[in-house]
């Protein structure tokens, strides 16, 4: 059974930075464009990223120019680097192939507040 394992949330003033991580265990995992997904209260998941498995990207329209998707194929780990967070990127922060093909992991909380 794939388990996605989210990490690297808190709590960050308006324009901080934090990086989030997501490990994945199993052996596809180089295999699947993966993608990060954030859920706020009372909304629905959106897409926030996406990177192929050779490591193109497209960005929603909201985090584009602040926000940097990577993975590490050997690690088996993507990565979403958030620079100049404002309060409306806070939500759960999750990850998952393009497809949304895995279960959903616990996600990690990121909220951004002064």
């Known amino acids: 059974q794939v388990q996605l394992v989210e990490s690297g949330g808190g709590l960050v003033q308006p324009g901080g930075s934090l990086r989030l991580s997501c490990a994945a265990s199993g052996s596809m995992f180089r295999i699947y464009s993966m993608a990060w997904y954030r859920q706020a209260p009372g909304k629905q998941r959106e897409l926030v990223a996406r990177i192929s498995n050779d490591g193109t990207a497209n960005y929603g329209d909201s985090v584009e120019g602040r926000f940097t998707i990577s993975r590490d194929n050997v690690k088996k780990t993507m990565y979403l680097q958030m620079n100049n967070l404002k309060s409306e990127d806070t939500a759960v922060y999750y990850c998952?192939?393009?497809?949304?093909?895995?279960?959903w992991g616990q996600g990690t909380q990121v909220t951004v507040s002064s």
């Open positions: 998952n192939t393009a497809a949304q093909i895995y279960p």
